[in-house]
């Protein structure tokens, strides 16, 4: 974790090198921040999954992926499907699933009707369930790309299988002689995510257009005196952020970090501290 580097505090030298922030300056006070929730098994190894060329010979833009967490084919019994978690969800507000499979074979053209492609993939998670007939052919990558809505913080299951000869509506003397293979590659879950922690830890991105913002982080369930905060913007030389304002809220304890301009070093700490796009890690310390 981020957070948990050896870090610098701020020194009262690189304090008096910055600009003051004005009183009163109107700053946000953000509910969310952009979250990306990724989840990849590299459990079987295809190699064959390219060449990285479309049907014009044009390379692909995709990476080319060598290992898949499993294969699903038009089988009955082949079915993905996986848990997801998402910490801090803001149910409200919509999330995007973006899930890469392969085709993994090149299906002969005397094995499927000359309207049909050789793969498909239904799919489902959320509200979105999907059985649109959206084929792609060779050994070829397809990328579902999509907005979800109605999931919560734990408890949601993506589900993917590649369709059934019959539910493509494949010619019946072609239907036994249909093999359709899919690699499953990875998914991410792009979510908004409040700026709560789990097991006292949270590390988040600002964003750009945000400007002056103040932060409220928590509940942590440590002591005040445990509560730090870091800029890890460069990994390697993180920057710890003093005097966090820290209060009681429901479940624990608070921290808000902003540009206020009613504290002087800690406004001009801010202003180097909180950069356009910076990373930030909060933790909850307990001593050892």
Do not use: C
């Not at 995709?62 to 993905?80: G, P, R, V, Y």
Request: charged residues 20%.
């Amino acid at each position: 974790m981020p957070a948990k580097a050896s870090a610098p505090s701020v020194s009262s030298n690189s304090t008096h090198a910055m600009t003051a922030v004005t009183a009163g300056t109107r700053k946000k006070r953000p509910a969310t921040f952009d979250a990306r929730a990724h989840f990849e098994v590299d459990q079987e190894f295809h190699p064959d999954a390219t060449p990285r060329l479309d049907a014009s010979g044009n390379r692909l833009p995709e990476f080319w992926e060598k290992w898949f967490w499993t294969t699903i084919t038009n089988s009955s019994a082949s079915l993905f499907r996986e848990s997801v978690d998402l910490p801090g969800l803001e149910p409200s507000l919509p999330t995007r699933l973006r899930l890469r499979v392969w085709g993994l074979n090149d299906m002969p053209s005397t094995d499927h009707s000359l309207n049909k492609s050789d793969h498909y993939l239904f799919y489902q998670f959320g509200n979105v369930d999907f059985t649109g007939l959206r084929g792609w052919d060779r050994l070829r990558p397809l990328t579902v790309d999509t907005t979800v809505i109605g999931l919560t913080e734990t408890g949601n299951v993506l589900t993917a299988r590649v369709p059934s000869a019959a539910e493509i509506g494949e010619l019946p003397a072609l239907q036994g002689r249909r093999n359709d293979q899919v690699g499953v590659a990875w998914f991410d879950i792009f979510y908004p995510r409040r700026f709560v922690p789990v097991g006292n830890e949270l590390v988040f991105d600002s964003d750009p257009s945000w400007g002056k913002t103040v932060y409220d982080i928590g509940p942590f369930t440590v002591g005040s005196d445990s509560l730090r905060i870091f800029d890890v913007t460069d990994p390697y030389q993180p920057i710890e952020i003093l005097q966090p304002e820290v209060t009681t809220m429901a479940g624990g304890r608070r921290g808000s970090v902003a540009d206020h301009g009613y504290r002087q070093a800690w406004a001009d700490a801010a202003a180097l501290l909180f950069p356009l796009g910076s990373r930030l890690a909060a933790v909850g310390w307990r001593g050892s």
